[in-house]
């Protein structure tokens, strides 16, 4: 099969980032990507873009992605220092070709991070932010304990708020966008599915205070620029900042001794 | 050898499974920390098997080979999950819920397995809503429902379209909570490249850590496969790109029987390729047949936009043929037809390989408001991948391979045919016999993991107490690092002309044409003579760039293809031995006189369970036959 013939077709000049490894001194590569169709998505640019640097004998480019519909949040590009690319509210797998200018000069770097260290060319580690859902964001119900699914209503404006934060693929766009590498827009997404939901009561405080700082150890300080709302691919409003800072301080007074008096 | 015994326990099919866990033997809770399991997958299933053993008091050890267990492949999941609630009050029911998957899989699943699981659909759905997964709700605060690929009631249960992302974030969730009482050690970018067998039984796994190349042993007193389907055996699917057979495919070549390779799903509403160079196709839920109609221009030399051909000059195939079920045909007949009709070159789009399916009259009768509140995600995607705006034009799209239904053949306690190794989830081949029903593989992954394999695990552990897990310094875990460390050097040293992907992509060609939706002798036997000589060329000819001490997708890859290499051989075989049609298997030659898939249950009511036989000998077919005490064995018709 070839392709459409009536796609357009695109020549660009990437600079791509090439690290060999964590403690390997980076540069930027500059690789021509030619005849790039405009049906493309970014990846399958890059794909062709490694095809032929292994037909050159040359090292191709790692980058990380894996379903390639925006929604496992693996795939974590800086394209022209944004990150995500251009398109607003979309993944870079999602990002396709015909969005960009024959001619045009990309530049591809990872996520910039102190806390997402990288690992190779594109590839970073984002492993601190599953150590913050593992402070508490979840939920302590033992499988086989569960009530009936409908035991306990909940409204349909909480459950569509706390979807909202659900949606949150935790690809760490958030962190990469922001002039301090703060997690907040992450950290709240996770926390405030949970504790809009009546299910999510019982350990709210606690898990207020614990991933607000475990947060706290791996990421900079929030300062309220927006950046993150801005390169958050899924949307994920910054009200729920807003919530978190309010659950954070309630709960220094919360998970004092008298708890549970109120 | 033969099948070993399927062990389904006796008595009333709604009895089965309350027995058989009154029977089966028990750890008591102080002895189960004395107990390693080994967990491969952080999928629904591996989540939820991982989470339950540990809070059951279990040592886990769960490996991935993504950079979070929250990353696989289950989380693109969009549609639903079915449970038998029967809230809707519709006359749903545990028994209605076993009967229609056992009719859909057309008769080819074992039923004791399908009961269980109905009977776990319902502990799911309360599970998962404890944990907070926010399933969709009425305006009354309950949950909501909907009907899903050809069920006659509703009990779908959903979040927007992300419900596999909703569920797996519960069963990661759930296992994090694990991870910080530290009662689970978790292995990122670490790939199961060996099951390693002492005397006879699964002692570990051997791992490469992705990252930095090491070959690594861990050994356990169980080891558990969760490691999903192998539809990336055809190339282009609406799997993830990392989806692969290897775990799977290593335990069979140590013992471990192959069940049903040649079941595989063809999903019927997926954007058609654009090019050479697409790597994968993406699904368009199902849920759209719901409201949408399928067409076809009449006239083979159609080039005028879809607008412009008037209604008598459309050909509603589906509606056509099927006028009980119309568009909402099951998902193996609905891809037929669209195929024949682009065989016969009514295909619409550049490349002619796509088939409308048209909103237009939705949206007129509902308004675009209703339609952009249920579908405007889906729409927003389409438009992103094609450029093209489905509200002003019909949305383009073809069948793509899905979901595998054959998998690690296991008996009712989910043990493979290796005793101490087991498969759950889309890796097992049990529940959904030939063809998968919507909704139903989450259903599955979920019931495996929380619901059954953590109960069964225990009958075969009880007699291990007292023991310890093999020492990962004996001589059978050396051997098989020996093995993996040797297979990269040789692929490193290989310096041939074409890349890893240019030798998948020949080969998905190959699976595609020959083992896709339509099946015959000429052409499997073709695929057995030109899978193997495609193989031999990949093996002195594929490059594989880079070193071996860090991270290396070209070497990552290079394994993964070659053992998708062998499947598609099985494949062939399997679907050439299987001489009848049933589900998502389509033999040419066995359909009736309207062309639908023709079953021959005298001589094939049974599973084909593969065992190998070394790499250059033909693998021994299996019988394990097939009892259908509850539900009678119809043709299916959906006239
Ligand atoms: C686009 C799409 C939509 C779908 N929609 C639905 C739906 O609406 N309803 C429904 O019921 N089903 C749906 N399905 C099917 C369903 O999502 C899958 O069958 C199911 O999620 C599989 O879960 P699993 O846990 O078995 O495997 P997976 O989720 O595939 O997980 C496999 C895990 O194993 C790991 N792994 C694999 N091999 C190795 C190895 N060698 N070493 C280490 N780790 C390894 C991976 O890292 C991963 O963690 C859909 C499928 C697709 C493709
Ligand atoms: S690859 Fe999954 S979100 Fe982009």
Redesign the interface.
Known sequence: ???????KTLDLTLKVWRQ??PDAPGSFQTIPAKDI?????F??ML??V??N???D????I?F???????????CNLMIDGRAHGP?KA?TTC?L?M?KFETGAEVVIEPWRAKSFPI??DL?V???P??RI???G??????????????LI????DT??A??DA??C??CGACVAACPNSAAQLFTAAKMQ??NL?P??QPERWRRSEAMVETMEDFFGSCTNHGECYEACPKEISLDYIAYMNRDYAMSKFKNRKLAGRN | MTVPDAKVPAGDIGEKWTNHKFSMKLVNPNNKRKFEVIVVGTGLAGAAAAATMSELGYKVKVFTFHDSPRRAHSIAAQGGINGAKNYQNDGDSIYRLFYDTVKGGDYRSREANVHRLAEASVDIIDQATAQGVPFAREYGGLLDNRSFGGAQVSRTFYARGQTGQQLLLGAYQALARQIAVGNVELFTRSEMLDLVIKDGEAAGIVTRDLLTGEVQAHSGHAVVLATGGYGNVYYLSTNAMACNVTAAWRAHRKGAYFANPCYTQIHPTCIPASDEFQSKLTLMSESLRNDGRIWVPRDLDENRAASQIAEDERYYYLEEKYPAFGNLVPRDVASRNAKTVVDQGRGVGPLKNGVYLDLTEAIGRDGIETITEKYGNLFDMYERITGENPYERPMRIYPATHYTMGGLWVDYNLMTSIPGCYAIGEANFSDHGANRLGASALMQGLADGYFVLPYTIGDQLAAKLGTDPVSTSDPVFAESIAGIEDESKRWLSNKGTKSVDWYHRELGKLVWDYIGMERDSAGLEKAITEIPTLKSEFEKDVNVPGSGDNLNSSLEKVGRVADFFELAELMARDALAREESCGGHFRTEHQTEEGEAKRDDDNFRHVAAWEWTGPDSTQTRHKEELEFENVALTQRSYK
Do not use: F, W
């Open positions: 099969m070839s392709g459409n013939p009536d796609a060999e490894g169709s405009e049906d493309m998505s990846l399958e794909d062709i490694n095809e640097l292994i037909a004998g040359e090292v191709p790692e990380d992605h894996d379903c390639r519909e925006g929604i496992c949040g693996t398109e979309t999602q396709h015909r690992i190779k590839v580690d984002r492993s932010l599953d859902v593992e402070a964001g979840y939920i302590s119900i033992n499988t086989g304990a569960a009530p009936d699914a409908n209503p909940v409204p349909k459950s569509d706390a979807m659900a949606a693929i935790g599915h949970l939901l299910q999510g």
